[in-house]
């Protein structure tokens, strides 16, 4: 079992939380996800049976943090 706890600290970290919550919520095989506020910080918590599983979620959710960091800086 493969566990990952990915800290945002963002002046935007309660946005992208709330923008990666839809996707903490769906079902994927192999990994199970959560997203949380701690304090000022956004919160990741990844579990995966394997190496492969963890890697692609891990890739997913920072690829859908850079989107909405970009988002923000545009629509400023």
């Given at each position: 079992m493969f566990t990952s706890e990915t800290r945002i600290n963002?002046?935007?970290a309660e946005?992208?939380?709330s923008a990666l919550s839809p996707e903490a919520g769906r079902e994927l095989p192999r990994t199970k996800a959560g997203v949380r506020?701690?304090?000022d910080l956004g919160v990741i918590d990844i579990t995966a049976t394997d190496a492969s599983a963890m890697r692609a979620a891990l890739n997913s959710y920072l690829e859908c943090i850079r989107i909405t960091e970009e988002i923000?800086?545009?629509t400023r």
């Open positions: 963002s002046d935007d946005g992208i939380i506020m701690e304090k923000g800086r545009i």
